[in-house]
């Protein structure tokens, strides 16, 4: 047998291998055709395809600490839609990337963008994705620039009609078909189900497309959303402000924020806070998982008489309060929510400072003379991106909902640029317009991360979780995500639920703090 075996074996290498190297050329071929791709009514140009092996994907600023992520074996095809010169001669389109892996799930996923965008991410599908970017598991994902090219809050191209809007809402209005086109094209099929992911700026753009284009995905995570940003940038100039009034001055007598605050009185807010609001969850254990249940106010920790080491003086409390209060006009109306306190608030280092921390502020650079009142009437009517880019007022979504579409929102409660409240307020509004909150929750669910700051982050932050995964089985299953499972690479063996809004982990009494299992999810 073994002499009838091995030669047996050995010719059916050798026929093979001419096959395999046959299939290895069509499978180059097929993705250097994309190069020449057409698709009607899409002007084309600068389209590039190249075959992509398997391995470590390039290296990037925002990729977290640890070994590089490995890339399965995809066509990559990059190209520019409506090419055109804009206002001063400078050159726009919709730049845009599109992964086709060599093993395909039948999934599509276009990933959203963050801050002004400007560039075309690496089409790997990152956001709430684990440890297992879309592209590993097999997803065709798709990114875009969203019409014009420069650094992540160069704001420039606003002077461009066209280029504002691409931002606004035109470009993944326009990217998305097109990369259907070309999956249909290249795998020879269209996809079974079309996802979106994306944080901050990438989640208002998931919130664009549930209310835009409500037939072009089955399900949508929205991370964080950057929904308003002009009113969030001003309750950031008025949280500056409050700082600036009561900070030291430098010898040109210009305020020093990061001195408005000793390391001392941070600790002391700190501490103060976990002793008011830890333990509502049933652990202390250095997390405030009942955000919405926390009653804390830094007039508490005013000195009695003059400011000392242990206490703050009525000023410092007073900015404090006024700071997390969010900007309020001459009528009393909330222009912008407050900010919740969180574990995260004095936050350093590779992530966004938290709001106390020294540094914090807006990511775009702040106005002149911003130790000033800020006129929140005149900045928040006169500003022109805010009313172009507002996604927090639409909330009919019933040709979304109707058709089957899932909607995951996820909010980090130590965010310092976007208020966790003003995600809770918008998911708050659906109901009413939408056949009350049951009938929101059959499609629609909203997760906290307490502890974590912009789209991740903050010290020991369980900012590793999974909504991918749900969302799939949510839209091709029927099975709706109650919690899911959060934990932190900083803090290898802690997990934590994540639960559905307005519910929040809660520890059952006995088992390890530090263990999901010891936790359900209650009602506040």
């Not at 690496?122 to 420069?150: E, K, N, Q, W």
């Not at 949280?239 to 002391?268: M, T």
């Not at 919740?340 to 106005?367: C, F, Q």
């Not at 966790?420 to 998911?427: E, F, L, P, Q």
Request: proline share 9%.
């Amino acid at each position: 047998m073994r002499r009838l075996t091995i030669p047996l074996l050995v010719s059916m290498l050798l026929a093979s291998a001419p096959a395999a190297a046959q299939t290895a050329t069509a499978v180059l071929e097929r993705c250097a055709r994309l190069a020449t791709l057409t698709v009607p009514g899409v002007n084309l140009s600068d389209v590039r395809a190249a075959w992509q092996v398997a391995g470590p994907a390039p290296p990037s600023p925002m990729a977290p600490p640890g070994p590089p992520l490995m890339l399965p074996a995809h066509c990559r095809v990059d190209g520019t839609i409506d090419r055109r010169a804009g206002v001063g001669g400078v050159s726009y389109g919709i730049g845009f990337a599109i992964a086709l892996p060599e093993d395909w799930n039948g999934r599509f996923l276009m990933q959203g963008g963050g801050g002004l965008n400007g560039m075309v991410a690496p089409p790997i599908g990152p956001v709430a994705a684990g440890a297992r970017p879309a592209l590993t598991r097999g997803f065709a994902v798709v990114s875009t620039d969203t019409g014009h090219r420069g650094a992540v809050f160069d704001a420039s191209f606003m002077a461009d009609q066209q280029a504002a809007l691409d931002f606004a809402f035109v470009a993944i209005g326009r990217v998305a078909p097109l990369a259907k086109a070309i999956v249909t094209q290249y795998y020879g099929k269209p996809p079974d189900k079309s996802y979106f992911t994306g944080c901050s700026t990438g989640g208002r753009e998931g919130m664009v497309m549930s209310q835009r284009y409500p037939t072009l995905f089955d399900g949508i995570v929205v991370g964080a959303p950057a929904m308003r940003t002009g009113h969030s940038n001003l309750a950031l100039r008025a949280i500056g402000v409050a700082f600036n009034r009561i900070a030291p001055r430098d010898e040109k007598g210009q305020p020093v924020r990061a001195k408005a605050f000793s390391d001392a009185d941070r600790a002391l807010v700190m501490s103060s806070l976990l002793e008011a609001c830890d333990a509502r969850d049933g652990a202390r254990d250095g997390t405030i998982a009942d955000p919405r249940g926390c009653r804390f106010s830094p007039t508490g920790l005013v000195c009695k008489a003059g400011k000392a080491e242990g206490c703050l003086s009525a000023e410092q409390a007073a900015a404090i309060d006024k700071a997390f209060a969010g900007p309020k006009d001459s009528t009393g109306y909330q222009v912008y929510p407050a900010f919740p306190y969180d574990t995260g608030i004095v936050t350093t280092g590779r992530t966004i400072p938290g709001i106390l921390s020294p540094g914090a502020g807006s990511p775009v650079p702040p106005a002149p003379g911003l130790e000033q009142d800020v006129d929140v009437e005149a900045r928040a009517a006169s500003d022109a991106q805010q009313l172009l880019t507002d996604t927090a007022t639409w909330t009919n979504l019933s040709t979304f909902s109707g058709r089957g579409g899932k909607l995951i929102f996820f909010h980090g409660v130590s965010d310092p640029w976007f208020s966790a409240w003003d995600t809770t307020g918008y998911y708050e509004r659906l109901a009413p317009a939408n056949g009350g909150a049951d009938a929101v929750q059959g499609w629609s669910r909203l997760f906290l991360a307490p502890g974590v700051g912009h789209c991740g982050g903050g010290p020991g932050a369980l900012d590793r979780f999974d909504l991918l995964t749900p969302l799939v089985e949510w839209a091709e299953k029927g099975t709706a995500p109650n919690a899911v499972i959060a934990t932190s690479p900083a803090a290898p063996g802690r997990s934590r639920p994540l639960c559905a809004y307005p519910q929040h982990a809660h520890y059952k009494g006995q088992g390890d703090v530090n263990d999901a299992a010891s936790f359900e999810c209650r009602m506040p």
